[in-house]
């Protein structure tokens, strides 16, 4: 609108010209997008004062109708473009401010994603597993929850032998340790103490050969730095005809190398189990000193590493089998143990801490 066509608003409709000046100031005052909606409303809405004006011109008198028609158009036209740039200037600049305030920076490094990985434990026993299933043996499970039975009585162990006391194993129910209780012997529910119950039940269901590992969890009252009331074992038990100490030490020469090194040596040592005759024990070469001497092994050159033996053939009674015509050797390993050793760890309490600084290296 320009000066002359002001002046000749002002003349006609003096309160048009005041509007006009309110609402340009309001216009330019407005900061933000709600304040410019809100000058949008009041002086261009439905109810706004212009709009009343525009709608009562046929109440004016007859020469003032052209001139307030026209010219008030003319202001209606001009708020309107002027409200809707000021509108899209205040849209923009909250976008710009946004986009600069908001920014994502592409280029900082992610949270890392931690992929998870087999317990230590887990992975020693699928690396005994598979140096036996190498050699033919096939894999075997029993209960973790067994009874006096399997766990004692089918291997030889007497009801009066100190490992079936309530001190050395955790009965289910300690009223159901059979054995003490004066009742059956068999029947009482236990944590089996070792694997080695898995052996009577692998020979129950087939007969020989067998050549099986059996690995699982082992419980007993224990806790110090090389024992956890909780722990693992692998089992192995082999049954054929003709077997005889040789193949057990052959067997055992070869898990050792294939598992710690092919520079180790292994040794048998004579001790007792009641469910093997002969019994041994077994060593492998100190990895550290190569057999000479040192700390790790307590200075002797050998660090103990399982127990095994010839099956009794009394067991064989046990299980239906002919004790005239098979012969089998037994052994049995501690999974802590051999992880042990195989990693230089000082404290089996480790394993069950679950601390990620200790996990994460292996
Ligand atoms: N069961 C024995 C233990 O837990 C280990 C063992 C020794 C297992 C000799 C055997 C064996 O099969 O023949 O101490």
């Given at each position: 609108m320009d000066e002359a066509q002001l002046r000749e608003l002002t003349a006609a409709n003096p309160e048009l010209g005041g509007l006009r000046d309110q609402a340009l100031a309001a216009i330019a005052a407005a900061g933000e997008q709600a304040a410019i909606e809100d000058v949008r409303v009041r002086f261009l809405g439905r109810k706004s004062r212009l709009t009343e004006i525009l709608r009562s011109?046929?109440?004016?008198p007859a020469e003032q109708r052209p001139v307030v028609g026209r010219l008030g158009n003319l202001v209606r036209v001009e708020l309107g473009a002027l409200v809707e740039a000021r509108e899209a200037e205040l849209a923009s600049a909250s976008l710009r401010s946004a986009l600069a305030h908001e920014r994502i920076d592409v280029t900082l490094p992610g949270e890392p994603f931690l992929g998870g990985h087999e317990h230590l434990i887990s992975r020693t026993i699928r690396e005994v597993e598979d140096i036996f299933i190498g050699l033919g043996y096939k894999v075997a499970e029993g209960p973790e929850v067994e009874t006096e039975y399997y766990n004692f009585t089918a291997l030889n162990t007497p009801a009066d032998h100190p490992a079936r006391s309530l001190h050395d194993t955790f009965f289910v129910?300690?009223?159901?340790a059979g054995a003490r209780a004066g009742r059956?012997?068999?029947?009482g529910l236990l944590l089996r103490t070792h694997t080695s119950p898995v052996q009577v039940r692998a020979m129950e269901k087939q007969p020989p050969p067998v050549y099986v590992v059996c690995p699982g969890k082992a419980y007993r009252r224990d806790l110090d730095a090389t024992h956890t009331p909780m722990f693992h074992q692998v089992e192995g038990l082999a049954v054929d005809e003709g077997i005889t100490l040789a193949d057990l030490k052959g067997t055992l020469y070869h898990f050792a190398r294939a598992f710690f090194g092919t520079d180790r040596e292994i040794r048998l040592r004579p001790h007792f189990f009641p469910f093997t005759e002969p019994s041994v024990e077994v060593d492998v070469s100190c990895g550290l000193c190569g057999g000479k001497g040192c700390r790790s092994c307590k200075y002797s050159g050998w660090l103990e590493i399982l127990g095994a033996g010839m099956v009794d053939p009394s067991l064989y009674g046990f299980v239906g089998y002919d004790a005239d015509k098979v012969q089998g050797f037994a052994f049995g390993m501690g999974v802590e143990r051999m992880a042990m050793l195989k990693h230089h760890i000082p404290d089996a309490r480790a394993f069950v801490d679950n601390d990620k600084r200790f996990l994460e290296q292996f």
């Open positions: 011109i046929s109440a004016l129910d300690a009223a159901s059956g012997a068999d029947d």
